[in-house]
Protein backbone atom coordinates (compact mmCIF):
# COMPACT_ATOMS: atom_id res chain seq x y z
CA UNK A 1 0.00 0.00 0.00
CA UNK A 2 1.24 3.43 -0.99
CA UNK A 3 -0.02 4.86 1.95
CA UNK A 4 -0.56 4.94 5.97
CA UNK A 5 -3.83 3.08 6.81
CA UNK A 6 -5.71 5.15 9.01
CA UNK A 7 -5.31 3.21 12.71
CA UNK A 8 -2.86 1.05 12.49
CA UNK A 9 -0.36 2.00 14.86
CA UNK A 10 1.86 5.00 12.99
CA UNK A 11 2.62 7.56 16.48
CA UNK A 12 -0.18 10.65 16.64
CA UNK A 13 -2.59 9.28 13.92
CA UNK A 14 -5.71 10.88 14.35
CA UNK A 15 -7.59 8.57 12.58
CA UNK A 16 -9.43 5.22 12.89
CA UNK A 17 -10.54 2.92 9.83
CA UNK A 18 -13.77 3.93 10.61
CA UNK A 19 -13.19 7.98 9.91
CA UNK A 20 -15.46 9.39 7.19
CA UNK A 21 -13.40 10.47 4.36
CA UNK A 22 -14.05 13.30 1.50
CA UNK A 23 -14.12 12.23 -1.52
CA UNK A 24 -14.59 15.78 -3.70
CA UNK A 25 -14.78 19.20 -2.15
CA UNK A 26 -18.33 18.52 -1.35
CA UNK A 27 -17.60 16.64 1.21
CA UNK A 28 -14.92 18.49 2.57
CA UNK A 29 -17.59 21.13 3.52
CA UNK A 30 -20.08 19.33 4.74
CA UNK A 31 -17.21 17.17 6.89
CA UNK A 32 -15.39 19.95 8.08
CA UNK A 33 -18.39 21.94 8.67
CA UNK A 34 -19.75 18.95 11.32
CA UNK A 35 -16.33 18.48 13.13
CA UNK A 36 -17.41 19.73 16.69
CA UNK A 37 -13.29 18.80 18.00
CA UNK A 38 -10.02 19.25 17.01
CA UNK A 39 -9.47 15.66 16.99
CA UNK A 40 -12.76 15.08 15.00
CA UNK A 41 -11.64 17.84 12.02
CA UNK A 42 -7.70 16.30 12.21
CA UNK A 43 -8.90 12.99 12.02
CA UNK A 44 -11.02 14.06 8.77
CA UNK A 45 -8.25 16.18 7.46
CA UNK A 46 -6.12 12.94 7.32
CA UNK A 47 -7.73 10.75 4.98
CA UNK A 48 -9.43 13.09 2.37
CA UNK A 49 -9.26 12.07 -1.11
CA UNK A 50 -11.38 15.12 -2.27
CA UNK A 51 -8.36 15.83 -4.79
CA UNK A 52 -7.45 13.36 -7.74
CA UNK A 53 -4.26 14.74 -8.85
CA UNK A 54 -2.83 15.66 -5.27
CA UNK A 55 -3.96 12.07 -4.01
CA UNK A 56 -2.04 10.59 -6.94
CA UNK A 57 1.17 12.22 -6.68
CA UNK A 58 1.38 12.16 -2.61
CA UNK A 59 0.90 7.97 -2.91
CA UNK A 60 2.88 7.92 -6.16
CA UNK A 61 5.97 9.46 -4.17
CA UNK A 62 5.37 7.39 -0.98
CA UNK A 63 5.72 4.50 -3.80
CA UNK A 64 8.77 5.75 -5.50
CA UNK A 65 9.85 7.37 -2.43
CA UNK A 66 13.70 9.47 -2.50
CA UNK A 67 16.93 7.65 -2.19
CA UNK A 68 17.75 8.93 0.97
CA UNK A 69 14.47 7.17 2.48
CA UNK A 70 14.44 3.89 0.35
CA UNK A 71 14.06 2.10 3.68
CA UNK A 72 11.26 4.55 5.25
CA UNK A 73 7.44 3.59 5.24
CA UNK A 74 5.89 7.00 3.80
CA UNK A 75 3.02 8.63 5.69
CA UNK A 76 1.42 9.00 2.14
CA UNK A 77 -1.95 10.95 3.26
CA UNK A 78 -3.04 14.42 4.06
CA UNK A 79 -0.97 16.28 6.64
CA UNK A 80 -3.15 17.88 9.24
CA UNK A 81 -3.21 20.73 11.42
CA UNK A 82 -0.47 20.31 14.54
CA UNK A 83 0.21 21.54 17.51
CA UNK A 84 -1.67 23.09 20.89
CA UNK A 85 -5.37 22.39 21.19
CA UNK A 86 -5.47 26.18 22.77
CA UNK A 87 -2.63 28.11 20.94
CA UNK A 88 -2.29 31.59 21.64
CA UNK A 89 0.28 31.38 17.65
CA UNK A 90 -1.23 29.92 14.84
CA UNK A 91 1.09 29.87 12.14
CA UNK A 92 0.13 29.09 8.40
CA UNK A 93 2.59 27.38 5.71
CA UNK A 94 1.96 26.18 2.24
CA UNK A 95 1.58 22.65 1.52
CA UNK A 96 3.66 19.53 3.12
CA UNK A 97 6.74 18.73 1.36
CA UNK A 98 7.24 15.29 -0.59
CA UNK A 99 9.69 14.10 1.02
CA UNK A 100 8.76 15.90 4.69
CA UNK A 101 6.01 16.07 6.29
CA UNK A 102 4.36 13.58 3.24
CA UNK A 103 6.64 11.39 4.52
CA UNK A 104 6.70 11.71 8.60
CA UNK A 105 3.23 12.54 9.03
CA UNK A 106 3.91 15.80 10.61
CA UNK A 107 3.71 19.39 9.02
CA UNK A 108 7.41 21.28 8.39
CA UNK A 109 8.72 17.72 9.97
CA UNK A 110 11.89 15.87 8.10
CA UNK A 111 12.95 18.60 5.82
CA UNK A 112 15.08 21.78 5.80
CA UNK A 113 12.62 24.26 6.04
CA UNK A 114 10.94 22.66 8.84
CA UNK A 115 15.00 22.65 10.84
CA UNK A 116 14.43 26.43 10.24
CA UNK A 117 10.90 26.69 11.74
CA UNK A 118 11.64 24.73 14.29
CA UNK A 119 15.15 26.01 15.54
CA UNK A 120 13.46 29.12 15.84
CA UNK A 121 10.13 28.58 17.40
CA UNK A 122 12.38 26.50 20.22
CA UNK A 123 14.80 29.33 20.68
CA UNK A 124 11.96 31.30 21.24
CA UNK A 125 9.64 29.50 23.30
CA UNK A 126 7.50 28.04 21.53
CA UNK A 127 8.72 24.22 21.04
CA UNK A 128 9.99 21.67 23.36
CA UNK A 129 12.83 20.80 21.24
CA UNK A 130 14.78 22.38 18.13
CA UNK A 131 14.53 19.77 15.73
CA UNK A 132 11.30 17.52 14.57
CA UNK A 133 12.08 15.12 12.61
CA UNK A 134 9.55 12.15 13.02
CA UNK A 135 6.11 11.74 14.77
CA UNK A 136 7.08 10.26 17.77
CA UNK A 137 9.82 11.89 18.55
CA UNK A 138 9.31 13.93 21.62
CA UNK A 139 8.47 17.40 19.90
CA UNK A 140 6.00 19.24 21.61
CA UNK A 141 4.64 22.25 20.84
CA UNK A 142 3.91 25.44 23.45
CA UNK A 143 0.91 27.68 23.16
CA UNK A 144 1.60 27.41 19.18
CA UNK A 145 -0.24 25.39 16.67
CA UNK A 146 0.91 24.78 12.67
CA UNK A 147 -1.12 24.15 9.68
CA UNK A 148 -1.02 23.89 5.90
CA UNK A 149 -3.19 25.63 3.61
CA UNK A 150 -3.39 22.32 1.13
CA UNK A 151 -3.15 19.31 3.14
CA UNK A 152 -1.89 16.96 0.46
CA UNK A 153 2.10 17.67 -0.84
CA UNK A 154 1.53 19.03 -4.50
CA UNK A 155 3.46 18.36 -7.20
CA UNK A 156 6.30 21.23 -7.83
CA UNK A 157 4.97 22.77 -4.87
CA UNK A 158 1.97 24.23 -6.52
CA UNK A 159 -1.32 23.52 -5.99
CA UNK A 160 -3.81 24.92 -8.17
CA UNK A 161 -6.38 27.33 -7.61
CA UNK A 162 -9.50 24.52 -7.87
CA UNK A 163 -6.91 22.44 -5.09
CA UNK A 164 -6.74 25.47 -2.73
CA UNK A 165 -10.30 25.94 -2.64
CA UNK A 166 -11.28 22.55 -2.23
CA UNK A 167 -8.74 22.37 0.95
CA UNK A 168 -10.16 25.90 2.76
CA UNK A 169 -13.36 24.58 4.78
CA UNK A 170 -10.44 22.20 6.19
CA UNK A 171 -8.10 24.99 7.01
CA UNK A 172 -10.95 28.23 7.93
CA UNK A 173 -13.10 25.20 10.45
CA UNK A 174 -9.27 25.19 11.83
CA UNK A 175 -9.17 28.42 12.80
CA UNK A 176 -12.76 28.61 13.70
CA UNK A 177 -12.20 26.17 16.05
CA UNK A 178 -8.93 27.66 17.70
CA UNK A 179 -9.96 31.22 17.53
CA UNK A 180 -11.46 31.59 20.97
CA UNK A 181 -7.43 31.34 22.46
CA UNK A 182 -5.28 32.71 19.33
CA UNK A 183 -3.67 36.15 19.20
CA UNK A 184 -1.42 36.22 16.74
CA UNK A 185 -1.07 34.75 13.07
CA UNK A 186 1.86 34.37 11.67
CA UNK A 187 1.29 33.35 7.28
CA UNK A 188 4.71 31.85 6.32
CA UNK A 189 4.83 33.36 2.45
CA UNK A 190 2.78 34.96 -0.04
CA UNK A 191 1.11 32.05 -1.05
CA UNK A 192 -0.68 31.40 2.62
CA UNK A 193 -0.78 35.32 2.98
CA UNK A 194 -3.20 35.13 0.34
CA UNK A 195 -4.52 31.95 1.12
CA UNK A 196 -5.44 32.73 5.24
CA UNK A 197 -7.83 35.56 4.14
CA UNK A 198 -10.82 33.75 3.57
CA UNK A 199 -9.86 31.22 6.04
CA UNK A 200 -10.15 33.89 8.61
CA UNK A 201 -13.22 35.45 7.01
CA UNK A 202 -15.07 32.65 7.51
CA UNK A 203 -14.06 31.80 11.24
CA UNK A 204 -15.41 35.47 12.08
CA UNK A 205 -12.12 37.64 11.86
CA UNK A 206 -12.59 41.21 10.90
CA UNK A 207 -10.65 42.02 8.17
CA UNK A 208 -9.74 45.40 6.58
CA UNK A 209 -11.35 46.14 3.31
CA UNK A 210 -8.16 46.32 1.50
CA UNK A 211 -5.95 43.62 1.70
CA UNK A 212 -1.96 44.73 2.53
CA UNK A 213 0.70 43.29 0.41
CA UNK A 214 2.71 40.78 1.62
CA UNK A 215 6.19 41.28 3.47
CA UNK A 216 8.19 40.28 6.35
CA UNK A 217 7.43 41.72 9.25
CA UNK A 218 4.03 43.81 7.72
CA UNK A 219 1.22 43.66 10.92
CA UNK A 220 -2.20 43.47 10.30
CA UNK A 221 -4.92 44.29 12.97
CA UNK A 222 -7.61 41.31 12.54
CA UNK A 223 -10.10 41.34 15.40
CA UNK A 224 -11.34 38.70 17.06
CA UNK A 225 -15.08 39.49 18.32
CA UNK A 226 -13.40 41.95 21.40
CA UNK A 227 -10.16 40.49 21.11
CA UNK A 228 -7.15 41.76 19.11
CA UNK A 229 -5.37 39.32 16.85
CA UNK A 230 -2.18 40.62 14.71
CA UNK A 231 -1.71 38.86 11.51
CA UNK A 232 2.29 38.62 10.74
CA UNK A 233 3.95 38.12 7.48
CA UNK A 234 7.22 36.31 7.46
CA UNK A 235 8.98 35.08 4.05
CA UNK A 236 8.69 31.49 4.01
CA UNK A 237 12.11 29.44 5.15
CA UNK A 238 12.64 27.20 2.44
CA UNK A 239 15.63 26.11 1.00
CA UNK A 240 15.78 29.00 -1.68
CA UNK A 241 15.38 31.56 0.69
CA UNK A 242 17.70 30.39 3.38
CA UNK A 243 20.25 29.66 1.11
CA UNK A 244 20.58 33.56 -0.70
CA UNK A 245 20.30 34.49 2.76
CA UNK A 246 16.36 36.34 2.08
CA UNK A 247 15.70 34.46 5.12
CA UNK A 248 18.15 34.52 8.52
CA UNK A 249 18.03 32.80 11.32
CA UNK A 250 17.70 36.12 12.99
CA UNK A 251 15.05 37.25 11.06
CA UNK A 252 12.94 34.27 11.70
CA UNK A 253 13.77 35.16 15.50
CA UNK A 254 12.14 38.36 15.13
CA UNK A 255 8.86 37.07 14.17
CA UNK A 256 8.57 34.40 16.61
CA UNK A 257 9.66 37.31 19.81
CA UNK A 258 7.50 39.79 18.09
CA UNK A 259 4.77 36.77 17.97
CA UNK A 260 5.49 36.15 21.60
CA UNK A 261 5.27 40.10 22.62
CA UNK A 262 1.90 40.37 21.06
CA UNK A 263 0.27 37.12 22.69
CA UNK A 264 0.61 38.32 25.97
Not at 33 to 53: D, F, I, K, N, Y
Request: contains cysteine; glycine residues 10%; proline residues 9%.
Amino acid sequence: MSFVPPGSGWPGDPATAGTPVAHDPADVRRLAGTSSTLAELTARQSVCRACPRLVDWREEVATVRRRAFADETYWGRPVPGWGDERPSLLIVGLAPAAHGGNRTGRIFTGDRSGDWLFASLHRCGWAAQETSTHAGDGQALRGARVLAAVRCAPPANKPTPQERAACLPWMAREVALVAPTVRVVVALGGFAWQAVWPALREAGYALPRSRPAFGHGVEVAVPHGDRPVTLLGCYHPSQQNTFTGRVTAPMLDEIFTRARSLAV
